[in-house]
């Protein structure tokens, strides 16, 4: 069992930063393929990012702003996200999956087996 917590959302202006932490429970983070879904109103949850227990990252194509990274000593995982836009707004989510995944296994959220709760970006424009 992991249970995960966001937490690092909030309010940010057009071209602003922010950096989201996913804390994990369990001793066996290091082991997880580890995700960034969001999930905006009235849209489906999209993948965003996602990093194998090898360190080996996968950023959607059309995300290149954002950087996806662990620390296995802390069981983090983050998401930087840069010159962000009014469409990033939406609850971002942290996943975990205890098998190892690569593409295009690793962008569907159905291939994940824990979710965190979510915390809300908010882009004002």
């Known amino acids: 069992q992991v249970r995960l917590v966001e937490s690092g959302g909030g309010l940010v202006q057009t071209g602003g930063s922010l950096r989201l932490s996913c804390a994990a429970s369990?001793?066996?983070?290091?082991?997880?393929?580890m995700g960034w879904f969001r999930q905006a109103p009235g849209k489906e949850r999209e993948f965003v990012a996602a990093?194998?227990?090898?360190?080996?990252t996968y950023t959607d194509s059309r995300k290149g702003r954002f950087t996806i990274s662990r620390d296995n000593a802390k069981n983090t995982l983050y998401l930087r996200m840069n010159s962000l836009k009014p469409e990033d707004t939406a609850v971002y989510y942290c996943?975990?999956?205890?098998?190892?995944?690569?593409?295009?296994?690793?962008?569907?959220?159905?291939?994940?087996?824990?979710w965190g709760q979510g915390t809300q970006v908010t882009v004002s424009s």
């Open positions: 996943a975990a999956s205890g098998g190892a995944l690569n593409i295009p296994r690793i962008q569907a959220a159905g291939n994940y087996d824990y």
């Open positions: 990093i194998s227990w090898d360190g080996t």
């Open positions: 369990g001793r066996t983070f290091s082991a997880y393929t």
